[in-house]
């Protein structure tokens, strides 16, 4: 198992510059979000063509989650890591000068392709630096940062956009702290030598056979698919409502750009603290299927108040519940995936590239068919009526099997005469 080899004291920094490129991913990625009507005006376009805006990242984040999977097999885990930070980067910065809708459209296009392509590496990397035993812990860290970079997205860009007056470079700002990671990253970053790409790291099933692509082996794996299910669903909920809610606050509830942002900045502030919680939680309990579907059903019930509540106590309550349902489960669905039998860096990778490549793929098409459908029906039912997927999610997550070291073994067979 992965602990019982020597762990080296680097595995610290390597966390540290995985937390820099969570909270750059997610930031550069919801940041127009907050600003979606100054900048939609700016560019003479509707609200389907914002939605383009958001979700076009999640297209290409899906589309190279399993690209940055088979480059890892060729390239290793720190040059694909590298190629995704540095894309996401030059993205980044160009954002800050275009001019029009198609050139934006290609900024966002460059910065997908660097968030997919460092998906598959940062899973390898957890399994490749941490023991067995520490990867509840990381993963909890990570996702709780990813939320933190939504939390900065909605809190932070209204402000600089207020102060600044122009989108352009509260974009170019972001683009040059991500610029800061890159170049951390191509510093410090470093692969470790006590994992090889193919070393086990579960001895709870016979070896599977290693010669294959780890890509096509998940595939295979119907854990991996119910988990790549239940995420995508939740996903096109998720990426809908983050989308259009700044602007659905505007709209329907009569508040300022920098009120709305203020107002969503509670969903991705209490999603830290669901990340964290669900992720200390699951590592006390030792148990994964208690923090993914009751989960999911609570981002449900937030989802709904978050439409229809009457007062700003209930919104509130609500969009806490959103942020914590929307979260709580990440740490134990990524530590689910690198528990099931026969898992390596490199399936783990594979798998999990598998789960957010779909999961994101998703995410694209939501804001799209959205956006589409609220110039026509209205952004209030369109938020409500998207909830119908949601019970998938819930479903999916239900099916698949409990791998925490907290599960009840079956009691053995009593033999015929015992």
């Known amino acids: 198992m992965g602990q019982s080899r020597e762990l080296s004291p680097y595995r610290w920094v390597i966390e540290g510059l995985l937390i820099l490129a969570l909270l750059s991913q997610t930031l550069v990625w919801l940041a127009p979000a907050a600003i979606l009507p100054p900048i939609a005006k700016d560019l003479g376009i509707s609200l389907k063509s914002g939605g383009l805006i958001i979700s076009i990242i999640a297209l290409f984040i899906a589309l190279f989650s399993f690209g940055g999977a088979l480059i ?125 790409a193919d070393d086990e790291l579960s001895t709870d099933a016979p070896a599977a056979d290693a010669g294959g692509a780890p890509l096509g082996e998940v595939f295979a794996m119907r854990p991996v698919i119910l988990v790549a299910l239940a995420f995508s669903f939740a996903m096109w909920v998720f990426q ?63 989802c709904i108040g978050s439409v229809l509540s009457p007062n700003a106590a209930l919104l509130s309550i609500s969009l806490i519940a959103f942020g914590v349902g929307a979260s709580a489960h990440l740490g134990a669905m990524a530590t689910l995936v690198m528990e099931l039998p026969d898992m390596t860096p490199a399936r783990v990778g594979a798998a999990l590239a598998l789960v957010f490549g779909m999961g994101y793929g998703f995410a694209f098409l939501s804001p799209v068919v959205g956006g589409a459908l609220a110039d026509r029906f209205g952004l209030e039912a369109v938020l409500l009526g998207t909830l119908v997927v949601q019970p998938v999610a819930i479903v999916s997550f239900l099916m698949v099997p409990e791998t925490g070291p907290g599960r009840v073994a079956p009691a053995p067979a009593i033999a015929p005469g015992a």
């Open 72 to 196: 890892v097999e060729r390239l290793g885990v720190l040059r694909t890591m590298l190629f995704g930070v540095w894309l996401m980067t030059v993205g980044a910065i160009l954002s800050g000068y275009v001019a029009g809708f198609g050139a934006l459209l290609g900024c966002r296009v460059v910065e997908g392709l660097g968030f997919g392509l460092m998906i598959a590496p940062t899973g390898a990397l957890v399994v490749e630096w941490f023991g067995e035993k520490e990867w509840p812990y990381i993963n909890t860290v990570n996702y709780a940062c990813s939320y933190a970079g939504i939390a900065v997205a909605f809190g932070l860009t209204t402000s600089l956009y207020s102060r600044l007056q122009s989108w352009h470079s509260a974009m170019l700002i972001y683009g040059g702290a991500v610029a800061i990671v890159a170049l951390a990253w191509t510093v410090l970053g470093r692969e470790s030598s006590r994992v090889g």
């Open 240 to 302: 809908l409502y983050t989308a259009f809610m700044p602007s659905f606050f505007v709209a329907y509830r009569g508040m300022t750009l920098e009120e709305a942002g203020r107002v969503t900045s509670i969903l991705p502030i209490a999603g830290i603290f669901g990340a964290f919680g669900g992720g200390m939680l699951t590592t006390v309990t030792g148990l994964r299927k208690p923090f993914l579907w009751p989960v999911m059903t609570l981002m449900l019930l937030g």
